[in-house]
């Protein structure tokens, strides 16, 4: 079966500092997807980025970009120059193929500090 | 279209009551997805959807919990007998199918509070 990890609770950063979330995940299947979700306090979960496991180019996304190590099975979420509207809870989240269920983290807390 | 939308959105119950909550997904999508997240916790996934047939059901959901989706349009999660343990946001979400439209786009969610 499918896991993803997240073992970082509770992050923070300086706002217009950089941080990074981990994330690791096991599979043995060789098509699937990668996402990291951004779930604000009480509002709706949204996508912030995904990395297809055939790539091999990290994916980037303004200001979010990604550390795909696929042998390592490790998917890290970098978040550059934040900001106070980046609190929010991260989930890194696994989708085998064309499937659409997806597999969470339990998430990392990230607070941003003025 | 403003994305998916679920009633309600809180929802207070006795125990042992029934509950029934509904999903209205974005209508170009034919994909419906439940899954139930508790506090702290990331979300875990309970079954799915593809147009009007029920493709795959977590163990998660036990024999209490039903989900229809009977036109392939919206759909709903019925939750029977109650218990304080059934107490969580229950989140809906939908996609397509065709590649790029397989992203999961979700609802703000029901909170369900079991008393």
């Known amino acids: 079966a499918q896991t993803v990890t997240q073992s970082q609770p509770e992050m923070s950063v300086q706002e217009a500092e950089t941080v990074t979330l981990s994330c690791t995940y096991d599979?043995?299947?060789?098509?699937?997807?990668l996402f990291w979700y951004k779930q604000p306090p009480s509002r709706q979960m949204i996508l912030v980025i995904r990395q297809e496991a055939y790539k091999q180019q990290n994916a980037t996304e303004n200001r979010f970009s990604v550390n795909f190590q696929k042998a390592a099975k490790s998917f890290s979420l970098k978040i550059s120059d934040s900001q106070l509207g980046d609190a929010a809870m991260y989930f890194c989240a696994y989708r085998r193929g064309n499937t659409g269920k997806l597999i969470f983290g339990q998430g990392t807390t990230l607070q941003v500090k003025p | 279209d403003t994305g998916v939308s679920q009633d309600p959105r809180h929802k207070i119950t006795k125990r042992g009551q029934n509950v029934t909550f509904r999903c209205d997904p974005i209508s170009e999508h034919n994909r419906l997805y439940w899954y139930r997240q508790t506090l702290g916790q990331g979300p875990e996934f309970l079954t799915y959807f593809q147009n009007e047939a029920q493709l795959e059901k977590s163990r998660l959901l036990s024999d209490r919990f039903s989900a229809e989706r009977p036109k392939g349009s919206f759909s709903t999660l019925e939750i029977q007998r109650t218990e304080q343990g059934d107490s969580a946001m229950y989140l809906c979400?939908?996609?397509?199918?065709?590649?790029?439209?397989?992203?999961?786009?979700f609802g703000q969610g029901t909170r369900l509070t079991v008393v």
């Open positions: 979400a939908s996609s397509g199918t065709g590649v790029p439209n397989t992203e999961a786009f």
């Open positions: 599979t043995s299947e060789s098509d699937y997807y």
